[in-house]
C-alpha cells in the first residue's frame, strides 16, 4: 500500500482560505493513474470535490467547488495539493487524499475508482 500523509486541515472562518497537501512518498503512476480529493461532512456520505490525471492534463471539480478550489501535482515530490478559497460552511468535512491507476477519464469522480487513501484531515468553516 502506498502511504498519502495528509496536512493542511483546520478551522477557519467563512470567506478563509486554506491548502491541504498530500504525499505519495515520492510513488510513481502511469499516466493514466490520478489523485483527488474526497470529502465527507458529518452524516452524510463522501463526496467527490476534485482530481488530477498523473500526467496533469485533465482535471475535475465538483460542482459545489468549481470556482473555489484548484487541484495540483507536483510530479517530483508526487504530491497533490489543494488550494480551498472563499471556504464556507457548507465545506466542512474530512477531506480525504486518493490515489488510484488505471482509470479512465470518466471514472475520475468515483471514489471506487481509487484504490488507496489518506487517514483524513479534518476543515472547519465556522465565525
Known amino acids: 500500500q502506498v502511504p498519502l500523509v495528509e496536512s493542511g486541515g483546520g478551522l477557519v472562518q467563512p470567506g478563509g482560505s486554506l491548502r491541504l497537501s498530500c504525499s505519495a512518498s515520492g510513488r510513481t503512476f502511469s499516466n493514466s493513474g490520478a489523485m483527488g480529493w474526497f470529502r465527507q461532512p458529518p452524516g452524510k456520505q463522501r463526496e467527490f470535490v476534485a482530481a488530477i490525471r498523473w500526467n496533469a492534463g485533465t482535471t475535475r471539480y465538483g460542482n459545489s467547488v468549481k470556482g473555489r478550489f484548484t487541484i495540483s501535482l507536483d510530479k517530483a515530490k508526487t504530491t497533490v495539493d489543494l488550494q480551498m478559497n472563499s471556504l464556507q460552511p457548507d465545506d466542512t468535512a474530512v477531506y480525504f487524499c486518493?490515489?488510484?491507476?488505471?482509470?479512465?477519464?470518466?471514472?475520475?469522480?468515483?471514489?471506487?475508482?481509487?484504490?488507496?487513501w489518506g487517514q483524513g484531515t479534518q476543515v472547519t468553516v465556522s465565525s
Open positions: 486518493s490515489a488510484g491507476s488505471g482509470i479512465i477519464l470518466s471514472a475520475l469522480t468515483s471514489p471506487s475508482s481509487y484504490h488507496f
